[in-house]
Each structure stands twice: as C-alpha cells, then as structure tokens.
C-alpha cells in the first residue's frame, strides 16, 4: 500500500488536526521534552505552570534549581528526570546560540547535535526537527509502528532509522510536491497517526469505524 494513499485516507477521514500545539518554537522544543511516556495533557498543565511562573525561556529554565524546575513540570510524570532533561537541552540551545543560529544549520548536523544531548531520543529530536525548525524529517512512534504493522506495510521488527528513511524517501517519491509542502504533509501525516491510533487503530482496534477497513489485512471485526 502507498504511503501516500494512507495519508489521503486519514486526511479525508478526520481533516487538518493544527499541530503542534504551541506558540514558539521554543514551546514546541518544551512540549517536545516534557510529552515523553505521558498525555498531552499533563504536558499543557506542565507548560501552564511554567508560564505562570514566567519561566517558559531558555534562560529561566537554566536559573531554576532542578527541584524548583521538577515542581513545576510535576503535572507532566516523570519530574526529576524530565527536568533533568530539559535543563541538559535548555544549556544545549543557550550554548549553540538559539534558534536565530541553530535555524541555519543543515539537517545533518541540527539531527546529530540534538541526538547527542543527553536524554534526547529519537523520537523527541524529530519532533523538535519536524515542528520546531520545520526540516524535513518524518517521526516514528509506537503509533505509527502499531498502524503500519496491522496496515502490513511493516512487519514492526524493523529499527527506529530503517523506519523513518523509508517513510521519508517512500514518500519523497510518492508525493511530488516541493519540499515546503513536503514538510507540511510530515506535520500533518505524523498528527493524523496519532489521531487514527486514538480513533480506530487503538490497542483493541475499532475496525468497523476505520478508514481503511477495505484494505487492511489486519482487520479483526
Ligand atoms: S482496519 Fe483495524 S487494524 Fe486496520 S488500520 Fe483500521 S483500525 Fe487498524
């Protein structure tokens, strides 16, 4: 099955979802830190408190105590360790003189240096690649493993890299836009993933209300 046409599917389906849900790109690099192993929203909470506190910037985040900065993120799980996170990525960006300079860097090196700060997986790294500095880079998560595997387009086995490159090279071919547009359609392909994986193709899927349901060999109803 064409990626491509999954999309189109999901896109009739359930339409634009306006992703990611943030003002700034720093916000969306916040969101992006914080929304690990937890709903988006306790993530809003989260992101509430530190604007509150009037501590949503680069440079508040670094001032903070770890503890004072755990206390506010408590809401988004996982406190100590994700304020740990966040400051290693907020000493990283201040370091590398934000996003006026980083904004420049090829997608090579942008991936590889976000990779490199410590608690910083893949999958946050592409998000803050996709939605904050709109490079050209498609995200994978348990979502889209669950979908695709059922969809038969993958067996699920295969390794986060193996997953990505070909989502982005199927569908640099498969969709023949300009590369503005290419990046649009990652933005929006990666929400309605995560949209169908809430509506449909849950973990007890919900065939007899899925868009797809014509085609898809992993149908159970
Ligand atoms: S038919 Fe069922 S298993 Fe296949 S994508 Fe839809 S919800 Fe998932």
Not at 11 to 26: D, I, L, M
Not at 129 to 151: G, H, K, N, S
Not at 211 to 220: I, N, T
């Amino acid at each position: 099955m064409r990626l491509l046409t999954v999309y189109q599917h999901f896109y009739r389906a359930y339409g634009p979802q306006h992703w990611w849900p943030g003002e700034t790109p720093f916000e969306i690099m916040v969101g992006a830190v914080l929304t690990q192993n937890t709903a988006w929203s306790n993530v809003e909470k989260a992101i509430a408190n530190l604007v509150a506190a009037d501590a949503l910037s680069v440079s508040a985040i670094n001032q903070l105590s770890p503890s004072e900065l755990a206390e506010l993120i408590r809401p988004a799980g996982y406190f100590n360790v994700k304020a740990k996170r966040l400051q290693n990525y907020c000493a990283w960006y201040q370091a590398a003189g934000g996003f006026e300079v980083l904004q420049h860097w090829s997608d090579h090196d942008l991936r590889v240096a976000l990779l490199a700060v410590n608690g910083v997986g893949p999958e946050t790294a592409d998000d803050i690649m996709l939605y904050a500095f709109e490079r050209p880079v498609f995200v994978i998560d348990a979502y889209t493993r669950r979908i695709f595997q059922r969809l038969g387009v993958f067996t699920g086995g295969e390794g986060y890299e193996t997953l990505r490159s070909e989502f982005e090279t199927r569908l640099a071919r498969e969709f023949k836009e300009d590369l503005p547009a290419r990046i649009q359609m990652f933005n929006e392909y990666h929400a309605l993933i995560v949209r169908h994986a809430k509506e449909a193709c849950r973990t007890k899927p919900a065939c007899s209300q899925c868009c797809l349901r014509k085609q898809c060999p992993g149908r159970v109803d």
